[in-house]
């Protein structure tokens, strides 16, 4: 079986993984010039790298730690014990133990005791299904109450989905919040984030060692422009560069709107499909910075005014001897799709990014940046709005032998590379007929 994957990001490169682990000869193609998607690196000082966009491993990531365990990562991963913060009327307060909770000014003595226990309520619950049926609003006041959805909840949601948010369902948040307390729960309610020590610049060069050591190919800087069935049953693949390869299957891990783009001969209906979930966009600021920062891994916003929609302190979870004393900050902002902020030139939204973190620490200045940078991503989270699961399109397509397997599948969770890699699995069992589907 020879089996063709549209797509060289970390759901393109896993399921490739396990395909050729069952035998299958696997070819992957990727439009970049670098394999990796989501996961790339990005060179920041000479022969200082790491991830173009923050990411994170969970000690209850469990699908993923095997998955590094596969390719022989096991060891190179590292948990530190981290620590969250809030800038609330013009403040940093830190939230990372129970001590450092009750002492939260922000919030009422009475408040804190309903956020408590809301979080440990939200935490027991199993039926993502129902609260999918449910308002996020609404659900997080009748939970925490109007206070605490005023003070807290409302500005994350806002910070996370932009003007999405009041369309979002429960289950998102629910999901939130039941991944990060869920790696409380198992270690002593300390709160542990951690790495590979090569970053995932380590992850996806060994992914593709191990691909090609399996006989796999990957075609980089070759996208696709067109699919279609030819008269055997098998799916033909044409490329940028007018090159046509046959497959017995193929899978598409990219997102809806590009599917849409290389079959344009598809069903009205599963082109309605595919329609049906919007994206919200991805452009995130990368400064390493000379001197230390912030306290917190996470620092959440819940005051308003601010560029970008959180602060993410990753000098926390990279290891030491890489940066060597400096600090690397990530500063996102998602949007909708079509924003005009999306397009602005990277020193423009550099330039709002560097103004909004002198506000919260007024002592920072330019002189203090040793590199900067600005990615950006078109389709990255999908909106999960109320009865959001019937908006995904199963896994087999009305092509025969054309398969799809891409981050809007992913329902009750938020989006991570646990996630994906559940995926990975469930598609390559699909196709090889050794598993079962969603």
């Known amino acids: 079986m020879r089996i063709g994957i549209i797509g060289g990001g970390m759901m393109g490169l896993a399921t490739a993984f396990y395909l050729a682990k069952a035998g299958v000869h696997v070819t992957v193609f990727e439009k970049e010039k670098t394999i990796g998607g989501l996961s790339q690196s990005q060179e920041l000082l000479p022969g200082l790298k790491w991830d173009r966009f923050y990411h994170v491993i969970l000690s209850t990531d469990y699908e993923l730690l095997n998955f590094l365990g596969e390719i022989g990562l096991s060891s190179d991963v590292r948990f530190t014990e981290t620590r969250t913060g809030f800038y609330t009327d013009g403040e940093l307060h830190s939230m990372s133990n129970t001590l450092e909770f009750l002492r939260f000014k922000p919030l009422s003595l009475s408040d804190k005791v309903r956020l408590g226990t809301g979080i440990f309520y939200a ?11 449910i308002d996020a609003k609404k659900w997080l ?17 806002r910070s996370k ?22 790696t409380r729960r198992e270690s002593s309610k300390k709160e542990m984030m951690g790495c590979v020590k090569g970053g ?37 693949v044409r490329c940028n560069d007018g090159g046509e390869l046959d497959f017995d299957r193929v899978v598409a891990t990219i997102p809806n709107p590009e599917i849409i783009r290389l079959w344009p001969d598809m069903p009205d209906s599963f082109r309605v499909g595919l329609g049906k979930v919007e994206y919200l966009s991805l452009i995130c600021g990368t400064m390493l910075l000379q001197r230390p920062l912030s306290p917190f891994y996470v620092t959440n ?12 302190d990753a000098t926390h979870i990279v290891p030491k001897e890489l940066l060597k004393g400096k600090s690397l900050v990530y500063l996102p902002r998602y949007v909708p799709a079509g924003d005009e902020f999306f397009y602005k030139p990277d020193q423009d939204v550099m330039g709002e990014f560097l103004n909004g973190l002198v506000r919260i620490f007024p002592d920072l200045s330019r002189n203090d940046i040793l590199a900067e940078s600005i990615a950006r991503e078109r389709y990255v989270q999908p909106i999960q709005v109320v009865h959001y699961s019937r908006n995904v399109i199963p896994m087999e397509t009305p092509l025969r032998n054309l398969y799809v397997a891409n981050t809007t599948m992913i329902v009750n969770s938020t ?8 995926l990975a699995q469930n598609i390559a069992g699909l196709v090889t007929g050794n598993g079962i589907t969603l």
């Open 123 to 133: 935490s027991r619950v199993k039926d993502w299904k129902r609260l999918e049926a």
């Open 141 to 157: 006041i009748k939970v925490f109450g109007k206070q605490n959805f005023e003070r807290l909840w409302n500005p994350l949601l």
């Open 161 to 182: 989905l932009g003007s999405a948010s009041n369309r979002a369902s429960a289950s998102f948040i629910w999901s939130c919040i039941n991944r990060y307390y869920g």
């Open 200 to 236: 995932y610049h380590e992850i996806i060069g060994r992914i593709r060692d191990k691909l090609l050591a399996m006989g796999a190919s990957i075609l980089s800087a070759r996208e696709v422009k067109l699919i279609s069935s030819v008269t055997n049953g098998q799916i033909r």
């Open 301 to 312: 916003l819940t005051d308003s005014g601010f560029p970008f929609t959180g602060l993410i």
């Open 415 to 422: 989006l991570n590379n646990n996630e994906v890699i559940k």
